[in-house]
């Protein structure tokens, strides 16, 4: 069917799809929200369990990481500011480095998964571990909550995929450039996520 | 201009349409479908309870019937029945837009929730489910033998549908409204949409992720809510309720909407407080956020949040009584038609009105601990959902139907049916009221003998309830073919969907309108 656009102008459709992502984010938030519930219900509850549990994951993969993941999302904000130049080719470059970021996490995260299947520590799979039995519940939600981040890093990657490829066709320029802003706040968005996710998850043992 | 219904008659036209009216359409044929095979389930349970030894199916077939029928009535029906059927159709029309801001996305959304009803429907054509709608761990997780999995991923699927629709309504209420349409000078129908598409965005992923948690416990046998890993099958409770006590808001909120449009059109009145109407639209569904404690008062939930919680769920009843108050004033001295719509807004307004009451002695704690799990709360519920939500859907379907369908219903059959319809309501449920006080606990194919007489009116109550509900279907299908050509504006309502023709343009409206003056400007009588 041919597509009949409900919009009157190019600057009503750009805030448009503005505020549907803010509102998918707004989402997002909520979906993240029923996990870090579920996080603090059971920290307050077994406080010493959550410390053993942190004690088991490994450290500098998170927070290296932590700065791999941030470095990506600057590369991100410089592309949009290239774009804003009108320099496509920085803009293609800065794509390129930040989607090598997010794959150089996503390797980290599953290198850090495989460590933790060697060592017996996946519930549901192979878990053995010695310890407070409510430990499990910190290493499960560990599980869940990276997993469904990282899950968002693949949407995330393929979007940047999308943009590199428009970018490559000559679709952006100073004046037309939504899906960079767009992609932007997402992978951000992504991000944000990670900065609440690493203290939660990394570094209990190291505050008590 | 071309309408919508003669703009292709292809297959692939409806399957493939971006039409915002086209896909209305689609969606009422799909919850059409889904209703019929709730009230399926509710007729076999009725008939089951017509005598009080359980002689028609066994207890397991009847945990499987409720199941079903709260499964597919709240999830497949109620949810999405006024925002995806009424507001898909109407919300563009009402705010003069062409459409909604994310046409693909509005498609994708049905073909996202046939896929879940479609799973839904498998897992019940498998064997069924029998964990009630609810899905409390650890009998979910852990005991059941049921397809709770598959239901479960259905139910999962369906809800992105629903923020998909949420998504799209904020959108285009906020971005597409025609010029001088500012936000004080919204029908309340567009209010109530736009309240209920923000608990969709907001509540619906929550419950997304319990699904899920409760998915990975029953297939991996992991701790998050099994005790013996030191998790809490309350804490399935919380995150549940938080989603689904906001859904009661979902069901109830466009309902709200609907019948101010109706109240208004039919006294030819200004609806009375237009201001303090769209704000408590918005604090019932932000208060609606904050009261779902109210289901677990009796769940060791500690007693000082119950007190809370109880507070909290009294102050939803402020908003919702200026709303009943309203609409009786907007009635007053009017110059009343007892049309079809109307009858079934005088419907909701009573009926809503013995739910919220009834559900106030409900908020109340040391009410609730005598009252908790009996049919007192299945008739509270019910006449929030089906006497309220039903009634102002079928009142709002008759009222839009010649904007659908171009055609006029059979008025005096349409008016018999509302009254049917009202009378086998209050048939079916009032007795469950006093079934519920006396101490019959929901859930049981059997009960002591001395409920038979109550449950025997009850049943006779279904049967004249059906009645009523098979007879708009028909008249409906039949005014659809053969009904007489309604013209653009039968009922002389104001509103920009009544500006255009009957059936609606393709393209809605042939310039964009301009609006210059505050909804329902009914002239002063």
């Keep these: 069917m041919a597509a009949t656009t409900p919009f009157r102008s190019a600057t009503q459709r750009e805030s448009a799809n503005q505020l549907g992502l803010w509102t998918l984010i707004a989402t997002e938030v909520l979906f993240f929200g029923g996990l870090f519930t579920a996080y603090v219900v059971y920290r307050f509850t077994y406080p010493a369990a959550f410390a053993a549990g942190s004690h088991r994951l490994e450290f500098w993969y998170g927070t290296i990481n932590t700065a791999v993941l941030l470095t990506s999302s600057l590369c991100m904000a410089v592309g949009d500011v290239m774009i804003k130049h009108d320099r496509r080719r920085a803009l293609q470059l800065c794509l390129l480095a930040t989607a090598l970021l997010g794959l150089l996490f996503l390797g980290i995260k599953f290198s850090e998964y495989y460590h933790m299947y060697r060592e017996q520590l996946v519930p549901g799979i192979n878990y053995r571990a010695e310890g407070p039995p409510q430990m499990q519940l910190f290493i499960l939600l560990y599980f869940i909550m990276t997993g469904l981040h990282a899950l968002h890093m693949l949407i995330g990657l393929g979007a940047l995929t999308w943009l590199g490829w428009l970018n490559h066709r000559g679709r952006f320029s100073s004046t037309g450039h939504q899906p960079v802003v767009m992609v932007g706040l997402y992978w951000h968005f992504i991000d944000c996520v990670w900065v609440f996710l690493y203290p939660l998850l990394y570094l209990i043992p190291h505050l008590t | 201009m071309t309408s919508y219904l003669a703009a292709g008659s292809s297959v692939r036209s409806w399957l493939c349409t971006l039409d915002h009216k086209r896909i209305a359409v689609l969606y009422l044929f799909t919850v059409t479908f889904f209703f019929l095979i709730g009230a399926t389930a509710a007729v076999l349970m009725r008939w089951e309870l017509l005598t009080p030894a359980g002689n028609l199916v066994t207890s397991d077939t009847y945990n499987r019937l409720f199941t079903l029928h709260g499964v597919i009535m709240v999830w497949f029906f109620l949810i999405p029945v006024v925002p995806t059927v009424l507001g898909n159709f109407i919300l563009p029309l009402a705010i003069g837009a062409r459409d909604v801001a994310f046409p693909r996305l509005n498609l994708a959304s049905w073909y996202i929730f046939v896929s879940g009803g479609l799973l839904a429907l498998y897992a019940i054509v498998f064997g069924g489910v029998d964990t009630g709608w609810t899905f409390y761990t650890p009998y979910s997780s852990t005991y059941s033998n049921s397809h709770v999995m598959v239901m479960a991923a259905g139910i999962f699927v369906a809800g992105f549908a629903s923020i998909a629709t949420g998504i799209n309504f904020i959108v285009t209420v906020h971005k597409l409204r025609a010029p001088g349409l500012t936000w004080f000078r919204l029908p309340l129908f567009v209010w109530s949409i736009y309240a209920t598409s923000i608990i969709m965005v907001l509540a619906t992923p929550v419950l997304a992720i319990t699904l899920v948690l409760m998915m990975l416990e ?135 009105t013995i739910g919220g009451l009834t559900g106030v002695c409900l908020a109340t704690l040391a009410v609730d601990v005598h009252l908790h799990d009996t049919y007192f709360v299945v008739a509270h519920f019910h006449y929030i959902m089906v006497g309220g939500m039903v009634m102002a859907y079928l009142g709002g379907m008759h009222y839009w139907w010649p904007k659908i369908s171009g055609r006029l219903y059979p008025e005096r059959l349409a008016r018999a049916a509302a009254v049917i319809i009202f009378l086998g309501f209050n048939l079916t449920f009032f007795p469950q009221f006093i079934l519920g006080y006396l101490g019959m606990p929901r859930r049981f194919h059997t009960y002591p003998q001395e409920f038979h007489t109550l449950n025997v009116i009850s049943t006779c109550g279904a049967a004249v309830l059906g009645v009523g509900y098979l007879l708009p279907l028909v008249y409906l299908t039949w005014s659809f073919f053969r009904g007489p050509r309604a013209g653009p504006n039968p009922w002389n309502a104001t509103g920009l969907e009544w500006q255009t023709d009957s059936p609606a343009p393709e393209h809605n409206f042939r310039e964009t309108p301009v609006v210059t003056g505050p909804p329902y400007d009914y002239p002063p009588l």
């Excluded at chain 2, 408590?280 to 769940?299: D, E, T």
């Design chain 2, 218 to 352: 029953r297939g991996f046998g992991v701790g998050i809510f099994d005790p013996h890993l030191g998790g809490d099958p309350l804490l399935f409770q919380h995150l549940f309720w938080f989603y689904s006590h906001p859904a009661v808001y979902i069901m109830i909120l466009p309902g709200m909407g609907v019948v101010s449009e109706l109240v208004t059109c039919f006294a030819r009145k200004r609806i009375f407080g237009y201001k303090v109407m769209a704000v408590s639209i918005l604090s019932i569904a932000g208060l609606g956020f904050l009261v779902w404690g109210h289901h677990m008062f009796v769940s060791s939930q500690s007693v000082y949040a119950g007190l809370v919680f109880s507070l909290l769920s009294f102050m939803v009843s402020v908003p919702s009584a200026i709303k009943v108050f309203n609409w009786i004033a907007t009635l007053h001295r009017g110059s009343i038609t007892f049309a079809t719509p109307l009858l079934y807004a005088l419907g909701f307004i009573a009926l809503f």
